[in-house]
């Protein structure tokens, strides 16, 4: 059995969970199919983990073309390099058109995982403009037309046949998340802490992510104000989505520092060890995201025995057990598509109680780290993640 993954991240262009899903399951998948990887970006290796690699790049002639246009015309070079594979499968809209039009072109099932959705992401079109609806289009069109859709929550299957009605429930399987424990697992050592200015003596409340509306950075800069003032808050920030959300962040920070110092700000993607070492000495990771389908990154840190507060929303509640792994934070949405908080500021003040709650308490802390890790381990492990695929290419070859 041959099958074809088209994605837009693929090692070493990795920048959020999608991609982090994608090189894992890959890794997985290679060793019982025969697999090929198209991907988004620059010239790779041709081989990873025993799947075959092709790279492409934006086309010519589109160099400077809204950038929906571009994921368009990138995912129609991909065509022909698909031809033959028994099955097509495609991660996030960026390549759905892809593995749709594949499916079309050369007659086999398209299944898609969804890692998010265009219409619980409305702030997009401050990135994309007119493109925002062409990436709705292409992402509603897959999924209708698709052989199986794979949600990686339930949450997020809910989400689906919310947002789009015309997909056959029967057609839409849950399969998580993972996380490849033995590349996540505590580091004691504090040289990276050092050199990034983070105290390893104090309590720390860490976040690490890309700087989207939908990661809810505001609200966790809002709460960090009421943190004890021995607390460290170590942002570990990918660059913002648009200039307004950057300026509004750094005006946070500003604000923050001036009422209570005590802000370590890294701006910019880590390399893993670091990122581990981070989290190992975390007394508490917060996730105050208001979109998310899963949060691989909460596993991330539990993986690494850190306690975790995040926000009750989307998939997180299937990832973090309350009062064992971490707390949720309840979070009452405006049903619009934006994820806005019904009560903003009470959900500041909920999430600045929870986070004070653990780092006042080290042992329970602790406790909370060393469960998140057993959970981690238990739960999530890429090989069983990978059956599970395996069985949904079954269900519609």
């Known amino acids: 059995m041959r099958i074809d993954i088209v994605t837009k991240e693929f090692p070493p262009e990795i920048y959020g969970g999608a991609g982090v899903h994608v090189a894992e399951l890959s890794r997985v998948l290679a060793a019982e199919v025969e697999l090929r990887v198209h991907a988004f970006g620059a010239p790779r290796p041709g081989e990873y983990h025993g799947a075959s690699v092709s790279s492409y790049g934006v086309p010519e002639g589109l160099v400077g073309a809204n950038a929906a246009v571009q994921t368009l015309g990138t995912d129609l070079q991909m065509l022909e390099g698909i031809s ?55 992402e509603k069109t897959s999924y209708e037309a698709a052989a199986a859709v794979i949600a990686v929550s339930a949450g997020m299957r809910a989400d689906i046949l919310r947002s789009y009605p015309d997909v056959d429930p029967g057609k839409v399987h849950v399969v998580h998340n993972g996380i490849d424990v033995s590349q996540w697992s505590r580091d004691e050592d504090d040289d990276v802490l050092r050199t990034h200015g983070i105290d390893p003596d104090r309590p720390s409340v860490v976040f690490v992510g890309r700087n989207t509306r ?22 570990c920030l990918g660059a913002a989505d648009t200039p307004e959300l950057a300026a509004e962040t750094q005006g946070l920070i500003d604000d923050l520092r001036a009422r209570r110092g005590s802000v370590v700000l890294i701006e910019k993607m880590l390399p893993r060890r670091e990122v581990v070492q981070i989290l190992s000495h975390a007394t508490v990771f917060a996730c105050p995201s208001i979109y998310e389908p899963l949060g691989i990154v909460n596993l991330e840190a539990m993986a690494c025995g850190a306690a975790v507060v995040a926000s009750a929303t989307g998939g997180i509640p299937e990832v973090v057990d309350d009062g064992v792994t971490g707390i949720l934070v309840p979070l009452e949405q405006v049903q619009d598509g934006t994820g806005t908080p019904l009560d903003p500021e009470g959900f500041v003040t909920d999430f600045a109680a929870a986070l004070t709650a653990v780092v006042q308490d080290p042992e329970r802390a602790a406790a909370m780290g060393a469960a998140g890790r057993a959970r981690a381990e238990q739960q999530f492990d890429w090989g069983s993640i990978g059956d599970a695929t395996l069985e949904v290419y079954r269900g519609v070859l």
């Open 84 to 138: 033959g594979a028994d099955l097509v499968h495609s991660h996030t809209w960026y390549a759905n058109m892809a593995g749709h039009l594949a499916a079309l072109l050369h007659g086999i099932p398209h299944v898609l995982s969804a890692h998010s959705l265009e219409p619980l992401r409305p702030w997009k079109a401050e990135q994309l403009g007119g493109g925002y609806a062409l990436s709705s289009w292409a």
């Open 214 to 235: 939908q990661k809810g950075v505001p609200y966790l800069l809002r709460a960090a104000a009421y943190l004890p003032a021995e607390v460290q808050l170590v942002l």
